[in-house]
């Protein structure tokens, strides 16, 4: 209404909405009913912000249950998971980022990584439970191979077809919308992620150094300087120079005053 008011209009839901009582209750008592949970996360068909939207929705009890969080990634992936590990992840979590390479350029090795190194999780330590955050059908398998192995699959809904969701209620295994947690508390992550992003972006673009180019301007002018003149110089024009962007995005170094 404060939107309308304003002759604009609130579409993020997702910064206001959350999963609801009952699926949010369903997420509690799967980690509550199970000794040891696993949180292993497809980065190729997982978004980063909404697991971190997750991630902070669980409390303190919750996250004691979780064994922990293996994220298998790829080079082809956003760089958004580099800095959910960085600071979207609290620190209680045990995290293990894996980092899949390729063979062959276009085949990822990701989903047999992730399944092989579930398996070895399960077996190795003890795990009884698995929150599988993708929406890939393929990964059908891997929950057959493990009968014994309680397993709840987060979704999002725009890659989750109706085949994979008839398929889990048939074998009463329970899942959820990632989509549905509320991703207010992952404004942070947006931010640092574009903030790094551009400043790497600003960096392979402008890569002056001003003292050089003080050095060739001398030389091409033919001016002379003494050392107090150029100190000077360059403590009011070369110190003080500003930015300007243009309407269209434009930039420009301008010199200052």
């Known amino acids: 209404m404060l939107y309308e008011n304003n002759e604009d209009s609130f579409e993020d839901k997702s910064l206001v909405r959350n999963i609801g009582d009952q699926k949010m209750d369903d997420l509690y008592d799967f980690i509550g009913r199970n000794k040891k949970t696993l949180i292993v996360v497809d980065c190729e068909n997982s978004d980063p912000v909404k697991l971190a939207a997750m991630l902070s929705s669980l409390n303190a009890a919750q996250k004691s249950a ?38 062959y350029e276009h085949k990822s090795q990701v989903d047999m990584t992730l399944a092989t190194n579930t398996c070895r999780e399960v077996y190795l330590n003890q795990v009884d439970s698995v929150i599988l955050v993708s929406s890939d059908s393929d990964y059908w398998a891997l929950i057959q191979s493990l009968p014994g192995i309680q397993f709840l699959v987060m979704l999002e809904k725009a890659k989750s077809g109706l085949q994979i969701r008839n ?41 002056i150094n001003v003292e050089k180019v003080m050095d060739e301007v001398l030389h091409s002018t033919w001016v002379e300087m003494t050392e107090r ?29």
């Open 66 to 103: 979780i064994h922990k969080i293996m994220l298998f990634d790829s080079d082809y992936t956003t760089a958004t998971w580099t800095t959910l590990c960085r600071i979207g992840i609290p620190a209680d979590y045990d995290t293990e980022h894996i980092v899949v390479g390729r063979i």
């Open 167 to 207: 398929a889990l209620e048939s074998q009463r295994h329970p899942y959820c919308f990632i989509d549905d947690f509320c991703t207010g508390a992952t404004y942070a992550i947006k931010t640092k992620t574009l903030l790094s992003e551009f400043q790497s972006r600003l960096d392979e673009a402008v890569n």
């Open 229 to 257: 003149e150029r100190a000077n110089f360059y403590d009011r024009y070369i110190k003080t120079m500003r930015l300007k962007i243009s309407p269209k995005g434009e930039l420009r170094i301008l010199m200052g005053e």
